[in-house]
């Protein structure tokens, strides 16, 4: 046991170490052999996606269970030696006792980051109140250093993502929610570089997480220029991988054609890439 909780505990501080300086990419895996692969591409850490996971099990983004979400956390800790940031939606809860006790199931997970939105899942009133919010918030804090781990809080702003593309209110929002403790701030959608270094400027020198999703015409080097500490991209490479499914077998479908396994990766490179590593991670959970 002491050696799973050392191993956590080392993920822990190598991603806090992360957000000190510079800019990583912190890219979505949606499964364990997503994850393993990325890891072997060189990169220090990963975040899930629930759009990613939600999609590999016939579910739309949103439509999975806590328990869906916990058990996929700790399979992507298990599954790799690099520190894994949870999506954790809305916490899975609109009170913040609520929240504050589902922080405290996922950091069994063995997860070093957990990201809180402020969404509501309801069309009719899509954010919750900016105080209720801060709140929610609060208490993942609380919850997270009752807890006594090293987990890092990021705190999401959806204004974008939800039809109130408002630069103001994002900004008062993200500081509110620095100010209840997040230890990272995320306003996914925002997509000028005039508003990119806005939000980095207002926060610093708490670091600012910006996602990619989306064709963009900016370079990784680009975006850690406007002072952007990481980069994720969402579920954007799990629908890269559907895109090449879904042509394949189409033209599968109505061609008869073979044409879209053209670009598969050859099954000997897969099993070469698990049988690397088998154990990756065995202890981090």
């Known amino acids: 046991m002491s050696d799973i909780r050392e191993s956590v505990a080392d993920k822990r501080r190598q991603f806090r170490e992360l957000h000190r300086s510079g800019?990583?990419?912190?890219?979505?895996p949606w499964d364990a052999g997503s994850a393993r692969y990325l890891q072997s591409l060189g990169f220090k850490a990963l975040a899930t996606t629930s759009s990613g996971f939600a999609w590999s099990h016939a579910m739309p983004d949103y439509g999975i269970s806590r328990e869906a979400a916990?058990?996929?956390?700790?399979?992507?800790?298990?599954?790799?030696?690099?520190?894994?940031n949870a999506d954790f939606q809305n916490g899975f809860a609109h009170d913040p006792r609520g929240v504050a006790e589902n922080i405290g199931l996922a950091l069994a997970t063995g997860v070093a980051?957990?990201?809180?939105?402020?969404?509501t899942g309801d069309p009719a009133k899509p954010l919750y109140d900016a105080d209720l919010a801060a709140a929610r918030i609060r208490a993942a804090r609380d919850a997270i250093d009752r807890g006594g781990a090293d987990?890092?809080?990021i705190g999401r702003a959806e204004c974008f993502l939800v039809g109130r593309p408002d630069i103001e209110e994002t900004l008062a929002r993200l500081k509110a929610y620095a100010h209840a403790g997040a230890d990272c701030l995320y306003a996914p959608g925002i997509r000028q570089s005039e508003h990119v270094a806005r939000v980095v400027e207002a926060l610093a020198p708490k670091p600012v997480n910006l996602l990619v999703g989306f064709p963009s015409p900016l370079t990784v080097a680009q975006i850690a220029a406007l002072g952007v500490?990481?980069?994720?991209?969402?579920?954007?490479?799990?629908r890269s991988a559907w895109g090449g499914f879904m042509r394949a077998a189409k033209l599968l479908a109505d061609e008869g054609s073979f044409d879209g396994f053209r670009d598969a990766a050859s099954g000997e490179a897969l099993d070469s890439l698990m049988r690397a590593n088998p154990d990756?991670?065995?202890a981090g959970g």
Request: proline residues 5%.
């Open 23 to 28: 800019c990583f990419v912190i890219p979505n």
């Open 70 to 84: 916990l058990a996929h956390f700790a399979a992507l800790a298990e599954s790799t030696d690099l520190p894994v």
């Open 151 to 153: 987990v890092l809080l």
């Open 280 to 282: 990756a991670g065995a």
């Open 229 to 238: 500490r990481r980069i994720s991209v969402g579920g954007a490479l799990a």
């Open 113 to 119: 980051g957990i990201s809180i939105e402020d969404s």
